[in-house]
């Protein structure tokens, strides 16, 4: 399993939010190019990028910055937030992203997405399913967290597999942004579910001892922001789970 930073954008900046809220966001006084060098320095080798002001008005907001990120850092970036039409898409790509993240519209528009798949691959697109879970049946939310899709976690992937769906980067919403750690026991279910996806943990990741219950959950990545940002997770001290420094330090 690996640790897969996240920068996410909001009106240019880099912020975070408290479980999806706009009302309550924290913002850092961090250039969001050289964070993601500094990200690419410790050893990661991926980088999640989000478009928040995207993910709220459901077209990309924070285009310039993205393409500053993608043009100067020197690891791979999967970007989401408002990428909500195959054009958009096709943009993201053709600017350097290594693969792009879609939410609400996997959700709402399935045969869509599935066509991407098809014409795109499993290694190109990330599908973003936002969760509430109460350890029974996991959820999906969409549009912001602000609506119940009436629809179950497992029966959305199982509909993507026939089209090569690989990456899943699956939130507990009530956990995100709050450092509380992370639901182990969705991605257990996901991991049990469906062995043959790559499920991405978003939300709650404090500490290494929440990446080593993740990694024995069967998540193969996992995705921190706030935790970096604050400083309560040290990439020097969890260099296992970036794959550069891993590589750098074995050889």
Known sequence: ME????????????????????????????????????????????????????????RPGNAKVITRILEAAPLAVQVGGGLRTRDAVDTMLAAGASRVVVGSVAVREPDTVRGWLDALGGERVVLALDVRFDGDTPRLLTDGWTADSGLALDDVVDGYRASGLRHVLCTDVERDGALEGPAVALYAHGHTRFPDIAWQASGGVRDASDLAALRAAGAAAAISGRALLDGRLALKNVTDFLPAAAAARTG
Not at 10 to 24: E, I, M, N, T
């Open 3 to 58: 640790l897969i930073p996240a920068i996410d954008l909001y009106q240019g900046r880099c912020v975070r939010l408290y479980k999806g809220r706009f009302d309550a966001v924290t913002h850092y006084d961090r250039d969001p190019v050289e964070l993601a060098r500094d990200y690419a320095a410790a050893g990661a080798r991926w980088l999640h990028v989000v478009d928040l002001d995207g993910a709220r008005d459901g």
